[in-house]
């Protein structure tokens, strides 16, 4: 398994569709600007079958410092963004997930 970087995916892009790649980048650019306005403007992205992308706050929370455990520390609520997985992607995932358990299983195995 690997990450899959923006320069990967305008490859990707550029190859499937057959045009350049700096026309891919441009337009891959202002996708990810609007959805930063999106998220300024603490709104919702909808992609059907994709997924929901959505500005939300998380709580208020305590945490530790590892080097410092006896200490609890706050850590203060902020706006996150959270990813809803729509029909398609819930799909894949469905399907992957028997080959994860599998992988963990073996990890474990290894490892006692």
Do not use: C, H, Y
Not at 56 to 62: P, S
Request: proline residues 5%; hydrophobic residues 40%.
């Amino acid at each position: 398994m690997g990450n899959l970087t923006r320069r990967d995916l305008v490859v990707k892009v550029s190859t499937k569709t057959g045009l350049p790649q700096q026309e891919v980048a441009k337009v891959f650019e202002e996708i990810l600007d609007v959805f930063m306005e999106v998220f300024k403007k603490k709104e919702t992205i909808e992609l059907r079958n994709f997924g929901v992308f959505e500005v939300t706050l998380r709580k208020a929370r305590i945490g530790r410092n590892p080097r410092n455990p006896e200490r609890d520390i706050l850590i203060p609520p902020r706006a996150v963004v959270r990813f809803k997985p729509g029909k398609e992607v819930k799909g894949i995932l469905n399907a992957i997930t028997k080959d994860l358990l599998k992988e963990e299983e073996a990890k474990k195995k290894k490892k006692a």
